[in-house]
């Protein structure tokens, strides 16, 4: 299932604040989507977020939340008074935390999609095998996202590689937002499981979240460019 508004996101995995500030004053007018995960996060705290929300983008957080419902649900009400337009929590705290996070955020930003992690694209079978998960990975992946979409949660990130079999198993037309891509040429580094942005956007894919194939290109802002091109 092709998808003809399939945005880019951009990773901002970098060393430091300075780092950050010069990759988005050479792509941010180019974007739409910025993520800002717990290296950034940590680090610079919300300064980060507000800066990208000043250049005019929206801010993806990608904290990965996972705790006690309570304790998941009060982190969001915490987080409501940041301006973020998606945040992310892992599918495996179960159906009373995800369907009370969904709630929550529903009330205190319904600005902010909730996304759900099922499992982490680093985990193989064996790493599953070893925290007392049996079923299979692809078994799992279908299990955590039907669980999180019967809860509420708007969105799933998966591996490109799952984008065909979730959009056959889930009953709505959820957010997908998937890493693991590639443009043709670009270095793996640690990805495994990867795709090019025009087979995730023909697998189904919302959102692609690219990092190192734009950070660490000599022109950033022309590698985006030409991923923006393809995808067009
Ligand atoms: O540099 P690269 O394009 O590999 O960046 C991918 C981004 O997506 C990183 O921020 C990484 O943490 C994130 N991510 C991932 N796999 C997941 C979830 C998030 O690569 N399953």
Same mark, same amino acid.
């Given at each position: 299932? *092709? $998808?003809?508004?399939?945005?880019? @996101?951009?990773?901002?995995? =970098? +060393? $430091?604040?300075?780092?950050?500030? *010069?990759?988005?004053?050479?792509?941010? /007018?180019?974007?739409k989507? =910025?993520?800002?995960?717990?290296?950034?996060?940590?680090?610079?705290?919300?300064g980060?977020?507000?800066?990208?929300?000043?250049?005019?983008?929206?801010?993806?957080?990608?904290?990965?939340?996972?705790? @006690? &419902? %309570?304790?998941?649900?009060?982190?969001?009400? *915490?987080?409501?008074?940041?301006?973020?337009?998606?945040?992310?929590?892992?599918?495996?705290?179960?159906?009373?935390?995800?369907?009370?996070?969904?709630?929550?955020?529903r009330?205190?930003?319904?600005?902010?999609?909730?996304?759900?992690v099922?499992?982490?694209?680093?985990?193989?079978?064996? %790493?599953?095998?070893?925290?007392?998960?049996?079923?299979?990975v692809?078994?799992?992946?279908?299990?955590?996202?039907?669980l999180? +979409?019967? /809860?509420?949660?708007?969105?799933?990130?998966?591996?490109?590689? +799952?984008?065909?079999?979730?959009?056959?198993?889930?009953?709505?037309? @959820?957010?997908?937002?998937? !890493?693991?891509?590639? !443009?043709?040429? /670009?270095?793996?580094?640690?990805?495994?499981?990867?795709?090019?942005?025009?087979?995730?956007? $023909?697998?189904?894919? $919302?959102?692609?979240?690219?990092?190192?194939? @734009?950070?660490?290109? &000599?022109?950033? /802002?022309?590698a985006? +460019?030409?991923?923006?091109?393809?995808?067009?």
């Amino acid at each position: 299932m *092709s $998808n003809s508004k399939t945005e880019v @996101i951009l990773a901002l995995d =970098v +060393e $430091n604040r300075a780092e950050a500030d *010069s990759i988005l004053d050479q792509v941010g /007018s180019q974007l739409k989507w =910025v993520k800002i995960g717990l290296q950034s996060y940590l680090r610079d705290g919300p300064g980060i977020i507000d800066r990208c929300v000043q250049k005019g983008m929206h801010v993806f957080l990608d904290l990965k939340l996972h705790d @006690i &419902p %309570n304790t998941m649900s009060k982190a969001i009400d *915490s987080l409501s008074v940041l301006p973020i337009k998606m945040l992310t929590l892992h599918t495996c705290a179960g159906p009373e935390a995800l369907t009370l996070c969904a709630a929550t955020a529903r009330e205190k930003m319904p600005e902010t999609t909730l996304l759900g992690v099922t499992v982490l694209t680093s985990m193989n079978q064996e %790493n599953l095998h070893s925290v007392g998960v049996s079923s299979k990975v692809e078994e799992q992946v279908i299990r955590l996202a039907c669980l999180a +979409e019967s /809860s509420g949660i708007g969105g799933i990130v998966c591996s490109p590689l +799952e984008l065909p079999m979730l959009r056959e198993n889930l009953a709505t037309d @959820i957010q997908l937002v998937t !890493p693991g891509i590639r !443009p043709t040429g /670009s270095a793996r580094g640690d990805q495994k499981r990867i795709m090019t942005p025009k087979d995730a956007q $023909n697998a189904g894919a $919302n959102y692609l979240v690219i990092g190192r194939p @734009i950070l660490s290109a &000599p022109d950033p /802002s022309q590698a985006l +460019e030409a991923i923006q091109l393809e995808l067009r």
